[in-house]
């Protein structure tokens, strides 16, 4: 079955750096879009970052940009986040997804599969 995994939350400063990771078996990981979602307490899901199949499109929140790239490696099935100049307001569980389909999606109802996510704490 499918599998989705995340790894590298934690607690970290503001203005510091953190990298997640999430690493994908159980399907044709190019043949799939692929996003991170966050979600803080009381409040929605919503879009981080995702990125196409093949990885040559990629989509920010407007929360997130300048600050926060996606990327993925199709020959590891991974796809990782690296999240700099981090602010309290990024405090969040982080979940990786995945969405049949190589386009890109941006809304959490399209995607298919979840991780079952990271802690991510910003301190101030």
């Known amino acids: 079955q499918v599998q989705l995994v995340e790894s590298g939350g934690g607690l970290v400063q503001a203005g510091g750096s953190l990298r997640l990771s999430c690493a994908a078996s159980?399907?044709?990981?190019?043949?799939?879009?692929m996003a991170w979602f966050r979600q803080a307490p009381g409040k929605e899901r919503e879009l981080v970052a995702a990125?196409?199949?093949?990885?040559?499109?990629?989509n920010y929140a407007d929360s997130v940009k300048g600050r926060f790239t996606i990327s993925r490696m199709n020959a590891k099935n991974t796809v990782d986040l690296q999240m700099n100049s981090l602010k309290p307001e990024d405090t969040a569980v982080y979940f990786c997804?995945?969405?049949?389909?190589?386009?890109?999606?941006?809304?959490?109802?399209?995607?298919?599969?979840w991780g079952q996510g990271t802690q991510v704490t910003v301190s101030s």
């Open positions: 159980g399907l044709t990981f190019s043949s799939y879009a």
């Open positions: 990125i196409s199949g093949a990885g040559s499109s990629t």
């Open positions: 997804a995945a969405a049949r389909g190589v386009a890109i999606k941006t809304t959490a109802n399209r995607y298919n599969y």
